[in-house]
């Protein structure tokens, strides 16, 4: 029987790094005896910098005492954008030219190609640089293969590639629960950073336009909830919200189970998990195609697709979902999920694709 192949993860904390962090959290309830995974934090849980530094340092003396002692075959590293990137970029610099071990970038920034862009051209060129010197380049869609290639990396070693989420439909009742109770609200839930960026206060302000009235949101995810719930009662619509915050994701799974729908209107994304969750568990997802979501979901056939990240927008794609076929859309999304979002097999393509970039 071979040696399992040994492979170290290079990356913040994945119980504190967000979508990336998640995904990795399901991909390691998913990798089997072949393969020896070891998770090296780069960055520590302090927003002190020298204690990021510090954190830094001593992954990069692990990284080394590895090698030295032949125990790591391939180094995949979660590339994001500023510091992050600054700091995966000097881990790949070493891994490859002082250690010459194999590395897989993964690209998982909404806004790499806005940090790219606002470098000069001598810092943008080292940073393309650096990127070619890994075995392999994962980027989440097409839209950001294209924009790697344009700044100069190599197309043969850009590759789209999309990890997933577990079966979460086991939390779904067979009859919706507002229809058991005869519950007249239609419920949905927003899991994730509390920020503009993520679209809340254009979705805090649908609540207040027609068509809207029986909207209950619950909102989860890291934010100042004072800062929130003064927002929601300045738009009047505080009484048909309730702020979370952060918690536990096996609440998040639950509530997936109970609402009727999802909502993410972002303004810009990777691939966000919380509509790859959605599709999963049978919960209407309402989002924009930002990022890479327009090259899965399909408007009225397996997801409801904002116009936009507006109030307006998100008001109309709110009564869509209301008066919607809601189980032609939960089958249909269930077999994008199963095609292309499954844990369990992303993991195993996540293995092979490894095993490939160790003989690079």
Same mark, same amino acid.
């Given at each position: ?12 904390? !994945? ?12 991909? /390691?309830?998913?990798?089997? @005896? ?11 849980? %302090? %927003? +002190? ?17 590895? /090698? ?42 909404? @806004? ?18 650096? $990127? ?30 999309? $990890? ?32 503009? /960026? ?15 009235? +029986? ?19 300045? =738009?009047?619509?505080?009484? /048909? ?41 049978? =919960? ?20 409801? !697709?904002?116009?936009?990240? @507006?109030?307006?927008?998100?008001? =109309?794609?709110?009564?869509?979902? !209301? %008066? @919607? ?9 269930? +077999? ?7 844990? %369990? ?6 293995? +092979? ?8």
């Amino acid at each position: 029987m071979s040696k399992p192949l040994k492979v170290i993860v290079l990356s913040p904390p !994945i119980d504190k790094s967000g979508g990336i962090g998640t995904l990795f959290r399901y991909a /390691r309830e998913n990798f089997t @005896s072949h393969v020896n995974v070891e998770f090296i934090d780069t960055r520590g849980y %302090s %927003s +002190n910098p020298w204690s990021s530094l510090l954190t830094l340092l001593r992954a990069l003396l692990l990284v080394t005492w590895r /090698r030295l002692t032949g125990n790591v075959d391939v180094i995949h590293l979660n590339l994001g954008r500023k510091g992050a990137a600054i700091r995966k970029l000097l881990l790949t610099s070493w891994c490859s030219y002082v250690l010459h071990v194999p590395c897989v970038l993964q690209l998982h920034s909404s @806004s790499f190609d806005s940090f790219a862009d606002s470098l000069k051209p001598r810092a943008r060129k080292l940073l393309v640089h650096t $990127m070619n010197r890994a075995a392999r380049i994962l980027v989440l869609g097409d839209v950001w293969r294209d924009y790697l290639i344009s700044i100069g990396c190599k197309p043969e070693k850009v590759q789209v590639f999309v $990890m997933g989420v577990p079966d979460l439909s086991s939390n779904r009742p067979v009859e919706p629960v507002n229809n058991l109770v005869k519950d007249p609200f239609y419920y949905i839930l927003f899991a994730g950073e509390m920020s503009e /960026r993520k679209g809340l206060p254009y979705l805090i302000e649908s609540l207040a336009l027609p068509g809207t009235d +029986n909207v209950r949101l619950i909102v989860a995810g890291a934010g100042d909830i004072t800062h929130w719930k003064g927002f929601s009662q300045a =738009a009047g619509v505080s009484d /048909r919200i309730t702020f979370i915050g952060l918690v536990d994701p096996s609440l998040i799974h639950v509530l997936m189970g109970l609402v009727n729908g999802m909502i993410l209107p972002s303004r810009a994304e990777g691939l966000p998990v919380s509509v790859l969750e959605a599709l999963s568990s049978g =919960a209407v997802a309402i989002c924009t195609t930002a990022g890479s979501l327009s090259e899965f979901i399909s408007d009225g056939i397996d997801s409801i !697709i904002l116009a936009s990240p @507006s109030p307006h927008d998100i008001a =109309a794609g709110l009564r869509r979902a !209301i %008066s @919607s076929e809601s189980t032609s859309l939960e089958a249909q999304a269930k +077999n994008l999920w199963v095609a292309n979002f499954d844990a %369990s097999r992303t993991t195993l393509n996540l293995q +092979n694709l490894w095993q490939e970039s160790s003989q690079l």
